[in-house]
């Protein structure tokens, strides 16, 4: 059973983690300008909003403390919540119609985030991955490209497979990944949805699954994928076939996360901006947090490494 979590509203919540040292829930509110963690338990929290300069599209803890956070025209580092912001690398995009989007690191402490075209006029979004490891200048590299929205971004168990989907196009892709290399091949469809049926409303009897948007790992490696207007939360095999759907009390999950001491608890972020008056009003959760004890568990955050 759902619950939603006190204070947690925003007009579109995206890139949950847990913080594993903190005990505590971070998520963005990306049209907010605002980063949101929970401090103390969950169920007798509070929660604390740090506004930003622009739109956070993703985040990630880091090793040695603070946070990496993709921001409209480039990747930031923050040594400690609610201080300065320091640059870390620029990205050559229109940032009156491109930012950054969903995002995460990897096991190897490389920062991955995908942008996201506003105008949703054509599929020249892309996939970056920054590696601020070597000792030179962080390297920013564009890993994959041709989508309008990039979304869903996981990494296999075994370190084999990286997702990453275009919500726009309501497909999810897979690519071999050499993980230590960083080198990825071999893209195909790993899952597409049929697209919204001309004429659908939520009410309506025409069948739509929703667009697939943030994405997570469980500890069976299987993809976890918050399904956008489909009011759901899909679970997918390694082989691409479906084995659970998880009706939400809002119609438009956003990103899907493990959490609490033992990660079985699974937390989803949620929109409410630009939705019809008449399904916030039958959808109240619409933009609250959401979470639910799980029998499988999640896997722990990766942190950035600089």
């Known amino acids: 059973m759902w619950t939603t979590l006190d204070d947690?509203?925003?007009?579109?919540?995206?890139?949950?983690?847990?913080?594993?040292?903190e005990r505590s829930l971070y998520w963005l509110d990306i049209p907010g300008r605002a980063v949101l963690r929970t401090r103390g338990e969950i169920g007798g929290h509070t929660v604390e909003r740090w506004r930003?300069?622009?739109?956070?599209?993703?985040?990630?803890?880091?090793?040695?403390?603070g946070l990496v956070i993709a921001l409209r025209d480039g990747i930031y580092r923050a040594?400690?919540?609610?201080?300065?912001?320091?640059?870390?690398?620029?990205?050559?995009?229109?940032?009156?119609?491109?930012?950054?989007?969903?995002g995460k690191c990897d096991a190897w402490g490389r920062f991955w985030a995908g942008t996201l075209n506003e105008a949703k006029d054509r599929p020249n979004a892309a996939l970056y991955c920054l590696d601020a490891q070597s000792g030179d200048a962080p390297q920013l590299t564009q890993m994959a490209n041709e989508v309008t929205t990039g979304n869903g971004l996981a990494f296999s168990l075994d370190a084999t497979t990286l997702y990453w989907a275009d919500t726009a196009a309501h497909r999810v892709r897979a690519w071999d990944w050499a993980a230590e290399a960083n080198a990825l091949s071999r893209p195909r469809v790993f899952r597409q949805f049929d697209a919204k049926p001309e004429g659908w409303t939520p009410e309506?009897?025409?069948?739509?699954?929703?667009?697939?948007?943030?994405?997570t790992i469980d500890a069976e490696g299987?993809?976890?994928?918050?399904?956008?207007?489909?009011?759901?939360?899909?679970?997918?095999?390694?082989?691409?076939?479906?084995?659970?759907?998880?009706?939400?009390?809002?119609?438009?999950?956003?990103?899907?996360?493990?959490?609490?001491?033992?990660?079985r608890t699974l937390f989803v972020t949620s929109a409410r901006r630009g939705r019809p008056a008449d399904e916030l009003?039958?959808?109240p959760a619409s933009g609250q947090v959401l979470s639910m004890r799980v029998e499988v568990s999640g896997l722990p955050v990766h942190f950035f490494t600089d």
């Open 79 to 102: 040594r400690e919540w609610g201080g300065p912001l320091s640059v870390i690398v620029n990205v050559d995009h229109d940032v009156r119609t491109m930012r950054f989007n969903d």
């Open 204 to 215: 309506s009897p025409l069948r739509y699954e929703g667009r697939p948007d943030g994405a």
């Open 222 to 263: 299987h993809y976890w994928v918050a399904m956008f207007e489909g009011g759901q939360l899909l679970r997918f095999a390694p082989s691409g076939e479906q084995v659970d759907a998880l009706p939400t009390p809002v119609q438009c999950p956003t990103m899907p996360c493990f959490g609490g001491d033992d990660l």
């Open 8 to 21: 947690s509203l925003c007009q579109l919540g995206e890139s949950p983690f847990w913080h594993p040292h």
């Open 281 to 283: 009003e039958q959808r």
């Open 52 to 65: 930003l300069p622009a739109e956070p599209g993703c985040m990630a803890p880091a090793a040695s403390g």
